[in-house]
C-alpha cells in the first residue's frame, strides 16, 4: 500500500459526508479472523504483478489477496483501517522472499470503493444495495494458482471455496 490508497481512500471518504475522520494504516501483522473486539474484517481478492527483488522475474496473479481491518469509534468519531497485501514468492529462486504487489490505478480504486462500501454497512449500519465493477485484469496467467507461493495460502486464506470474486468475507465480517 502507497500514498497512492491512503489519497483515493481520503477523497472515497470525504464524499460520504459523515463528518467522521478516517484514517488508513499498513499492518503486515493481522490476520483473519483475529479480531479486536469491535472490529471488522474485509477480504478481497484482485488481480496484480509480481517482480522478484532478486532475479527480476514478474509475473501476473488473479489471486492478489487484500486483508482489511476496519473500526468506527463512535465517542471520538474517527475511524481506522488496517491494510495488508499478502504477497507471494518467485517461483524461480532457490531462496525467495516474499515480494509486495503491485496494483494498477483502477484496481485500487474499485478495490477501496468495495472497502468503503463495507465501512457503509458494517460501521454505519446502511444497505448499500451498491453493484460494485470487476477487476482490470493486469497480464495473461498461463497456469494455475502455485500455493507453495502464495503467503495468503500459507495462511489459509487464499482458497477459492472460501468465497467469491466480487471479494472474501469472514464469517465474522458478515455478523
Known amino acids: 500500500m502507497g500514498p497512492e490508497w491512503i489519497k483515493i481512500f481520503d477523497k472515497k ?3 460520504l ?4 475522520t478516517w484514517t ?4 503486515d501483522t493481522i ?6 473486539e469491535g472490529w471488522q474484517q474485509y477480504i478481497c481478492k484482485t488481480n496484480g504483478r509480481f517482480k522478484c527483488s532478486k532475479c527480476k522475474n514478474t509475473w501476473p496473479s488473479q489471486r492478489v489477496m487484500v ?3 476496519m473500526y468506527l469509534s463512535q465517542s471520538t468519531h474517527r475511524g481506522t483501517v488496517k491494510v495488508r497485501c499478502f504477497r507471494q514468492e518467485c517461483r524461480r529462486c532457490a531462496d525467495p522472499i516474499f515480494e509486495e504487489p503491485r496494483l494498477r490505478k483502477e484496481n485500487v480504486d474499485r478495490l477501496l470503493e468495495k472497502l468503503i462500501e463495507k465501512i457503509r454497512i458494517k460501521c ?6 451498491v453493484k460494485q465493477k470487476p477487476f482490470v485484469f493486469d497480464g495473461r496467467v498461463d497456469g494455475p494458482h502455485e ?7 500459507h495462511y489459509g486464506i487464499c482458497r477459492q471455496a472460501r468465497g467469491t470474486p466480487e ?4 464469517e465474522q465480517a458478515k455478523g
Do not use: I, N, W
Not at 124 to 129: A, P, S
Not at 167 to 170: M, Q
Open 17 to 20: 459526508e459523515r463528518g467522521d
Open 124 to 129: 454505519y449500519k446502511e444497505d448499500t444495495g
Open 13 to 15: 471518504m470525504e464524499q
Open 31 to 36: 490476520m483473519v479472523d483475529k479480531l479486536p
Open 67 to 69: 486483508l482489511f481491518f
Open 147 to 153: 500455493a507453495r507461493h502464495c503467503q495468503a495460502c
Open 24 to 27: 488508513m494504516v499498513t499492518d
Open 167 to 170: 471479494g472474501l468475507v469472514s
